[in-house]
């Protein structure tokens, strides 16, 4: 009898510890499912992501630029630089590729002085660079400027009257090139 008693109770047992077994199984698959379902109430419910939106400006797309101080002939030297400034913004859908006022680079690649007999002083700048958000792109393109001549007083005045300095002033408004590219990234 105590055999059928030991018996009887390992049965129990076992068959204890085989339902616990099933539960858990259950209760495991019911909390994956659980889960599973409340993921996808979050993802249905999230906002869709925006996506980031590229926009490029094609190399030679012509930038209106300004000098941000008065450029002058007197005293200038061939490799110095000058600062501009973007006088028009550039935006393809939506999108501002190159923003008003950004930061524009120039250099002095030739320069006469004013003379005798009403010649007049002449310059020619460069563009080479333009800044956008913190990055440097290649800008191509040349400005010419010249004074203006006093030929007529100095013909009759016998080369005592010189010509005028070559001035650019602000707001004066002239062109550039892009010389490559420039691909904004928006969100």
């Known amino acids: 009898m105590k055999k059928f008693f030991l018996i009887g109770t390992a049965l ?14 259950v209760a495991e698959e019911s909390l994956a499912e ?11 419910e999230a906002p869709p992501m925006e996506s980031k939106k590229q926009v490029t400006l094609q190399k030679d797309t012509l930038l209106k630029v300004s000098p941000i101080a008065e450029v002058t002939s007197k005293k200038m ?14 935006s393809r859908d939506g999108i501002t590729i190159v923003p008003l006022n ?6 002095v690649t030739w320069r006469t002085g004013k003379g005798i007999f009403g010649k007049s002083a002449k310059y020619e700048l460069t563009f080479t660079s333009v800044e956008i958000d913190g990055k440097t792109y290649a800008l191509a393109g040349k400005h ?6 006093n030929t007529a007083a100095a013909l009759l005045v016998s080369g005592i009257i010189t010509g005028k300095s070559a001035v650019m002033v602000p707001d004066q408004v002239v062109n550039a090139r892009t010389a490559e590219d420039i691909t904004v990234t928006a969100s």
């Open 77 to 90: 030297k061939e490799g110095e630089t000058r600062e501009f400034r973007v006088a028009e913004e550039i």
């Open 12 to 25: 129990t047992f076992a068959g204890a510890t085989l339902v616990s077994a099933q539960e858990q199984q």
């Open 102 to 107: 950004a930061p524009v680079v120039a250099t």
């Open 34 to 44: 659980a889960i599973s379902e409340t993921a996808e109430q979050v993802i249905a």
């Open 144 to 149: 010419r400027q010249e004074g203006r001549g």
